[in-house]
């Protein structure tokens, strides 16, 4: 599962570019150290949109985040008012950070250059390469794989009727609901 940003981190790509030209920052670091381009389920499925995510990881401090001054002042800005209203303590304590951003996932793609992804729910199943430079969003499963084999098995007309056949179903036009546990782990754990 993609990361669970919980507020407005995202920007414009216009904007996230200006910011990656600005000269370092007092840590002598460059924004390109939070700054990622951002993927969901509608930019797989039609044209997309090109924004980009202010993203400071799991472990960062706010001393340390307030070092990248722009993404920061953008996210105490926007992000900061909103998570001081949350009812979870750790969401307005840890205010700069995603909510959930998926260290798992992000260990799972260490070293890969492009991961495969799908939305979780869509009308027709399809997967699509994504750079691994890219978050993906909550809304999309993440396969930790860059082989050209697993992204043509997931593809094959086999794997399709797997998951349609151990999907959950949501929404009013009853759209197929692709779940790791379900769908994915059970078809990666058949015999060869």
Known sequence: MGDTKGGPFDIAGDQAREWLRLPTNPNGRT?????KPWVNGMDLTRRPAGKWVVDFGWTMSDGDAALYEEPFRWVKEHVYPMRQRNRREAYRQYWWRHVEPRQGMWRALAGLSRYIATPTVA????????DARI????QLIVIARDDDTTFGILHSRFHELWSLRLCTWLGKDNDPRYTPSTTFETFRSLPA
């Open 31 to 35: 924004n390109a150290d939070v700054l």
């Open 123 to 130: 009308k027709h199943r399809l997967f699509a390469w994504c």
């Open 135 to 138: 978050c993906p969003d909550h």
